[in-house]
């Protein structure tokens, strides 16, 4: 069975541009959040889809969206990219997201802003 | 709320030495509770879950933790550390339901050295 992918693995942009990250859950998954890692705040949670909806989002600013589609592939939006969003960006996937499950992690992208 | 402290930023211990990682908890109710570890430039990888089911939790490469309810803790341990257990390991525990969404909530991290 595939695992979580994510793309690209790397990605360096210019602020103010925006940025698409892409992440392909683990088949038949239907719950995919992403994570935002940075040394000093570590892992943060952006949010989470569930069947194309969003069901919980982390505390960011706007500029950071994301969506699902029907075959529970995902994608986040970063748009007037600053300096302070280089992170590496992890999305994870798990069957039934529900409390009781784990999630499964992709490699991340990591992403510069200069 | 539900979080978790990671009680030390920092491990060291050499080779073949038992490894003990320290978590403790906070949760309104009964926690789902997990140890993922990262190595360098890698993404996630899952350890072991605790779901209720039993305080002793065997994972993967000879990690164990226990879930003790009375202390709040969820401490990570090996007998006999190996250099490629050298990472960065995460407690996390997670909330939300079937309908009110989920997500992760994860300690800052500690970081195990393996020294020869």
């Known amino acids: 069975k595939a695992g979580v992918t994510q793309t690209p693995r790397y990605l360096i942009k210019t602020r103010g541009q925006q940025v698409t990250l892409s992440c392909s859950p683990i088949?038949?998954?239907?719950?995919v959040s992403w994570y935002q890692q940075t040394p000093g705040q570590g892992l943060q949670f952006l949010f989470e889809?569930?069947?194309?909806?969003?069901?919980n989002k982390g505390n960011f600013p706007g500029r950071f969206s994301g969506r699902q589609f029907s075959n529970s592939r995902s994608e986040m939006n970063v748009s007037t990219l600053e300096l302070g969003d280089s992170a590496l960006y992890l999305c994870?996937?798990?069957?039934?997201?529900?409390?009781?499950?784990?999630?499964?992690f992709g490699q991340g992208t990591r992403l510069t802003v200069v | 709320a539900q979080s978790v402290t990671q009680l030390d930023s920092h491990v060291s211990v050499s080779e073949g030495t038992p490894v003990l990682l320290r978590c403790n908890y906070s949760?309104?109710?009964?926690?789902?509770l997990f140890w993922y570890v990262q190595h360098p430039n890698k993404g996630l990888q899952l350890l072991l879950k605790y779901t209720s089911a039993a305080t002793l939790v065997k994972g993967i490469n000879g990690f164990e933790a226990e879930f003790k309810k009375s202390e709040t803790s969820f401490h990570l341990t090996k007998p006999s550390a190996h250099m490629s257990d050298a990472a960065e390991y995460f407690c996390v525990v997670t909330f939300g339901g079937s309908n009110s969404g989920y997500a992760l909530n994860f300690g800052k991290g500690t970081s195990l050295l393996v020294t020869p």
């Open positions: 088949s038949g998954h239907r719950s």
């Open positions: 889809y569930f069947s194309e909806t969003q069901r």
């Open positions: 994870a996937s798990s069957s039934r997201g529900t409390g009781f499950t784990e999630a499964f």
């Open positions: 949760s309104s109710y009964s926690p789902s």
